[in-house]
Each structure stands twice: as structure tokens, then as C-alpha cells.
């Protein structure tokens, strides 16, 4: 079962913590999104791996968009 | 109305072991930077004589003395690192706090007699204003252990005289005995001149047997009228009568207790001085606890350490302040006010130690689509927005008419700027809020968590906007300014950055006075610098920001000067629907 990770907010993509094939626990920080000064932190909404990185480092994202997919 | 109180909503939930992995490091920062506030407290304590040449003397320390005479584990320090004049005795040389006696809250407050037996320094005087302050404002009495050799003489011009200046608590402990506050004195030591006054202003003197207060003391006394200038036959003449009024000061007990009668009690023992005032105290006005509790008290929810890792010590990190008021308050417990509307402030009804308390806090994090309502662009907490403004404006409202305390929690960055909040009422709703809060007559204490920036540092709650702050506590993460630095520095030059580039010259230089003015802006927002200037009353750990809490609301809750029947309360209701 896969699940999607999507920006929340508009913002740049300043830190991502994961690569693909990486294991994440449920509420580990993945990556962090800077809007409006503040950082903010993007969490695994569950146990797994991450099995695509549709985006990288200093990427713009839009509300939304999708990030990664977690299996 | 204990279907009302008796268990409210739960609030905030178990930290998950992602969370608690990720934020050690967090928790190291915090531990790392309350460390460092602890030595510079330590600093304060040590000054001065020892405490053993102290004891040898036959005298007990003023910690010493506050440790026999308050309650255990009720002590609250304020004000500790309040030294706004760079005193180079690291101190104002008074110590005090909030702490129980016999039961019975009570502002105290003790002249630190290691310190130039503990004379009047600059800077005192504001510190002891704070402190009668906070006696009108939670109404509560007040406490001296006085022990004051007087103006530290060479530095007079600082302190002595002007509207704030050392006589000024004089008639502030008048104005609190014409309120109805107590004061009470326990009185050691050599109190000549300003430390007679600050012997004799309170209302009950309790004296110990070696101790002295007079208009003026020895050195005054065997002195001679200006001659203009000294030579070694006049300080002859000055050692002969020196040597007689060291030997026997003026206004010893035996004048004041057998002649004049000004002191109610003496006691041969230091102890004894201190025995008095805890029987007095337990004869100090107080409501029974039971009288105003809406329900048993209460732990919190969760463990208090866990604050360690809610509140990110790096500003820019967004976190959830429900989390930590379920840190905070009786059973992680609360009744939300309008949670639908102005997402970026929480207000709600909790308990402290079973009392009713207002919690008035900023959310942070993004706002969510569409918010805020007359903007195109994305609201984010620690913003404030028109529907927060205004529901701020409702909340404390209803607080003022059902006499419910109020206790803030700051991490703002301010009030949101721009031509379309213009538009949207916002600086009148601002003002709107200090003027709801200022008729709000309810005592109200604030924490600032993080950051305290621009005017929603006075509109929420700051102490710098309203009469009714009782005090303000500053933790590990504090940082206060007017606007960030980085923000400071380009508003300061940018206009000057264009000229430059017209000019063809190189911008080096004014890039140097940009990082210039960032950096001090920085070092002139640290914790450490608002407990010395006076922003926040005490820092304090992240684990006793609830301690802190429990004696503001048992403090205002002791004796008010105006009460709401539970049962006729309108707030809960109002949230109720």
C-alpha cells in the first residue's frame, strides 16, 4: 500500500532528509518547506519506504503537489 | 457549573517516537541555553561577601532568611537578573519573588545584605516598583526583610532623587496600605537614612534585637557642616565622633521598641523576626481555595519535559502550542472559544491547580486555504489577522465580566502589515485589543515562549501595553525586538543601498553596517539581556513555566477585589451555545 506524501503549503523545498529506498517511521521529518520565513517541517504519515522523490532541494512547490510516495 | 468544569475537552496527545527522536537535539539546545541562564542566577547569589563570613557574623543570608520564612517548593523568583544599569555588583541588590507563606500567597521581597549591606544601588528602585506593582495587581500582601545600610553614596546622582527614584516605594507602600494591601517588615541590620524610610513605610515592623532604623545613621550623625574641603585636623576631629556613634547608631530597639513603639515585635533571634511575619501571614485576608476551584486539582496531561521538545529553540520552526498548553494546564484539559474563527490565536478556558483560567496563546503553522479572508496571500501562525484581532477583543472581554484570569502565551511576529490589512481594520483592531484588555480588570501574567516582535508584542498581553500584567517570563527561546534584525537592517538601508549602486560606488561598506546592526540587534535580544533590562521579569525553565502559573493563579485568586458566581458566568455559556 503506498501513500502520498503533498506540500501543504506553497513554499521552497529547503531540506529533504530521505533518499529513495530509505526507511522512514511514522512521524519522522522528511523534509522541510520554507514559506513566509518559517520552516516548515513535512512528517512520514507512516511507517515505510520511500519509494519515489518527485522533487529535490530548492524546488518551488505549489499546495498539493506531490512530494513523495511512501510503500 | 460542573458540567462545565469538572472535565472539559481533552486537549494535545502523546508525543510518537518520531517526534521524540527527531527533537533530542532540541531538547539538548534547551538544556544547553538553560544552563547558561542558571550560572548567570548563581552569579547573582554569590555576590558579595560569603555566606559564610555572613553567618559568621551571627547574621543569616537574605537566602537564608527566605528560605526559613516561604513555604517549600512555593518559591518563584522574579526579577533575578535585573541589573538595568550594569551595577558592577551584578545586581540591584534586592531579591524577590512570589512564594507562600504560611499557606498564604504573598509578594516578598529582601535587601541582599552580602551586598554592601545591602545598600541602594541603581536600578533598585525600579526593581522595587515592579514588585509593589505586582501587590496592587494581584492584591495580595507584601513582604519586606529589610536590611539597608542606605545610598551607595558615591553613585547618589543614579537613583537618589526623580519620579522613579529610590524615595519613590515610599509612598507606593502607603498607597498599598490605603488599598487595603498589607506590608509587612521583618527588620535587620544597620537602616540609616533611605533604609530607616524602607524600615518604617511598611505597616508591621517585626525588629531584631541588633538592628537600627533612623532618618539619619552614624555617618551622617558624626559628621559637620561643609567647610569646603577636609584637612588631616578635621579628620581627627571626625575620628573622635565616629568612634562614639559607631559605638551606639541611632534608632536602635531600644528607641524604637521601649520609646517610640514603631517596632511591634523584637525578636533575639534572627529566626524569631521570621516566626512573626509567617503568624501574621496566617491572619492575612484569603479566601479557602475551595471557595473559587471549579474542580480538584489537577497534573497536566502529559510530562512537562516533553516542552523541551514542542518548542523548537530555532525560531523559524513551526510547532504546536496546544501541545504545550496541555503541558501546562490541569489534566490537559480546556474549553476552546470560537476555534472555527481566527485560526491563528487559540483562546480557551483550562484549569490551573482546579481554578478557572483564560489561556490566550499564538498558534503557528500554516493557516490553511483561504485564510486570511481579505488577502490573497497565505496567513501563517504567529501572524496576527482581523478574525484573531477580533476574537482577542471578545475573549478577554468576557474575561473582564466573569473575573477570570488571564494568562498569555507570546510567539508573535507580529501584526500583519500592508495596504490590504490596512484596509482590513487592522491597525484599529489592535488598538481595539489594548483598549478591551485595559478595561479588563482581571490580573493577567504572560509567558513569552519565543519571540516578541513589533506591536503584537504590547497587544498581546505584553506588559509594555496595560496595567493589569502582574508579571512577564521569558524562557531559553526569548528573543524580543522591535522587528527582526535582518528586517531592521534593510529598512535602515536599503534607500541608501540604491544611492550607493547610482552612485557607482561600492557596497561593501554598507553591507558591513547592515550586518553591523543584524548582529546587534541579536545580542541585543537575548534572553539573558531582557531579564537585565526589565522585558521579562524572570527567565525561567521550560519545566517551571507551570510552577509559575500555579502561583499567579493561587495569587490572584487569594483575596480579589471583585468576584463572578460561577453559576452566572456568560463565557462558558457563550462557548457553549
Known sequence: MAEDILAPLAGKIIKI????????????????????????????????????????????VEEDDLIAVIE | MRPYFEKMDSLGKELKKGEIKRTQENVEKVLGAEKEIEAAVDKVKNAGFSTEKINARGQMTVWQRLDYLVDEGTWCPLHTLFNPTENIEGTTNVIDGLGKIAGKWAVVIGFDN??????????????????????????????????????????????????????????????????????????????????????????????????NMAVGGAGIVSGMAPQGGFNVEMAEALVEKAKVHTAKPPGSVKTHYDATGFFRYVSDEEEGVLDGIKDYMKDMPAYNPKFFRVAEPAAPGF????????????????????????????????????????????????????????????????????????ADYPGIGGKLYRQGLIKMNEFVTLC??????????QDTSGIDVGDIAEQAELLGLGQSLIYSIQQTDVPMMLAV????????????????????????????ATEIYVMHGETAAVASYARRLVKEKEAGNDLQPVVDKMNELADKYHEKSRPLFCAQTGLVDELVSLTDLRKYMVAFTGSAYQNPKSICPQHQMILPRVIKG
Request: glycine content about 12%; some cysteine; charged content about 25%.
Open chain 2, 449 to 476: 515562549l519565543r519571540k516578541g516582535s513589533a506591536a503584537a508584542h504590547y497587544v498581546l498581553g505584553g506588559p509594555t501595553a496595560n496595567r493589569h500584567n502582574a508579571f512577564t517570563l521569558g524562557t531559553a
Open chain 1, 17 to 60: 532528509h530521505v533518499a529513495p529506498g530509505a526507511t522512514v517511521e511514522e512521524d519522522d521529518e522528511v523534509l522541510i518547506i520554507e514559506a513566509m520565513k518559517m520552516e516548515t517541517p513535512i512528517f512520514a504519515p507512516c511507517d515505510g519506504t520511500i519509494k519515489a522523490l518527485k522533487l529535490k532541494e530548492g524546488d518551488e
Open chain 2, 303 to 374: 510530562p512537562d519535559d516533553d516542552i523541551m521538545r514542542l518548542l523548537p529553540m530555532d525560531p523559524k520552526k513551526v510547532y504546536s502550542f496546544d501541545q504545550i498548553l496541555a503541558r501546562l494546564v490541569d489534566g490537559g484539559e480546556h474549553t476552546e472559544f470560537r476555534p472555527d474563527y481566527g485560526p491563528e490565536m487559540y483562546t480557551g478556558l483550562c484549569k490551573v491547580d482546579g481554578f478557572l483560567v483564560a489561556c490566550i496563546g499564538n498558534r503557528q503553522g500554516y493557516l490553511g486555504k483561504g485564510y486570511p479572508e481579505y
Open chain 2, 114 to 211: 552580602k551586598v554592601m549591606a545591602g545598600a541602594w544601588l541603581p536600578g533598585q528602585s525600579e526593581n522595587i516598583l515592579r514588585v509593589t506593582d505586582l501587590a496592587k495587581r494581584l492584591n495580595i500582601p507584601l513582604v519586606w526583610l529589610v536590611n539597608c545600610s542606605g545610598a551607595k553614596l558615591p553613585e547618589q546622582e543614579k537613583f537618589y532623587a526623580n519620579r522613579r527614584g529610590a524615595g519613590t516605594p515610599f509612598y507606593r507602600h502607603a498607597e498599598l496600605e490605603q488599598m487595603g494591601i498589607p506590608v509587612l517588615a521583618g527588620i535587620y541590620g544597620t537602616n540609616p537614612a533611605g533604609g530607616g524610610y524602607q524600615s518604617v513605610s511598611p505597616t508591621i515592623l517585626f525588629a531584631h534585637k541588633d538592628c
Open chain 2, 400 to 409: 473582564g465580566r466573569d473575573r477570570i484570569p488571564i494568562i498569555w502565551f
